[in-house]
């Protein structure tokens, strides 16, 4: 009787084990996000400044790469008076713009992250003369010109400066409504990747791991990490990458990506790495 008692004891508390394991993984199927409605006909510049910081920390993922140091994978923006460093690099000789001002800076460094590259945060090999930014007008954020202008107007309020960004005129909602509705989807979250280049591309894993060399960027190259890691360890360091540090690495990896990833995309990501050796 004994016996048996401590093997169903056993089993029981394996059972739970595996129950808490498996709610410490991502869970989200892939739904696509709710969008949240925004009248663009009808915003003030209190709406606007909001709008902008909501797309900062959300559907631009800006966040995702600009954070205060040692953690971060790019400049601290949030932490910085953006409009007073505008003017500073506006006048540095490498910049290679066309910028006259703060806002045309930080427009310029979303569509064209290149023609300013800070020091030190260049990709490897490129003299700091290629950001590894993305555009992000372009997929898979793809951001349109009402939604730059928010995180612009953002930007410069946060420090107390003035906004210099006009609110969206009719001919901009026009340009991304129909002509019989007033609201669109302006603050959504972005859309679950429907493939392992938009997987990449969402994350940024470029932007810190060299895909195809050993070469060394924020992160260890990835070119033959299926030799050097199992598949649960490949999982364990993108949803927990904490866990075990690289020596020689800095904690620099988001530690949020199993909440922001979907079951979907994690899989992509894991079975591609996998098959690197």
């Not at 969206?168 to 129909?178: F, G, I, K, M, R």
């Amino acid at each position: 009787m004994m016996v048996l008692l401590k093997i169903l004891g056993f089993s029981l508390a394996l059972t739970l084990l595996f129950t808490f394991v498996t709610y410490l993984l991502p869970q989200v199927e892939g739904e696509a996000p709710v969008d949240k409605e925004v009248d663009l006909s009808s915003l003030t510049m209190d709406d606007f400044i909001t709008l902008g910081e909501d797309l900062f920390n959300n559907k631009g993922t800006c966040t995702l790469c600009h954070k205060p140091a040692p953690l971060g994978r790019a400049p601290d923006i949030q932490g910085t008076d953006m409009v007073a460093l505008s003017s500073e690099r506006l006048a540095d000789e490498r910049y290679q713009g066309k910028a006259q001002d703060a806002a045309d800076y930080l427009l310029e460094s979303m569509l064209d992250p290149s023609r300013y590259v800070v020091a030190t945060w260049g990709k490897k090999g490129t003299n700091d003369s290629e950001s590894p930014m993305p555009a992000i007008d372009k997929a898979p954020i793809a951001l349109s010109k009402i939604e730059m202008n928010a995180i612009i107007a953002y930007l410069q309020a946060k420090d107390g400066n003035d906004v210099t960004v006009s609110l969206p005129s009719p001919e901009d909602v026009a340009s991304v409504v129909s002509a019989d509705e007033k609201t669109v989807a302006a603050a959504t979250l972005p859309a679950p990747a429907a493939s392992l280049e938009e997987a990449l591309g969402k994350y940024a894993c470029g932007s810190c791991h060299a895909m195809e060399s050993a070469d060394t960027l924020v992160g260890p190259g990835l070119v033959d990490v299926g030799s050097r890691l199992s598949k649960d360890e490949i999982r364990q360091s993108i949803v927990d990458p904490n866990a075990v540090i690289a020596e020689g690495f800095p904690a620099a990896m988001p530690a949020d990506f199993a909440a922001r990833m979907t079951v979907k995309e994690l899989d992509m990501i894991v079975a591609y790495l996998v098959e690197k050796k």
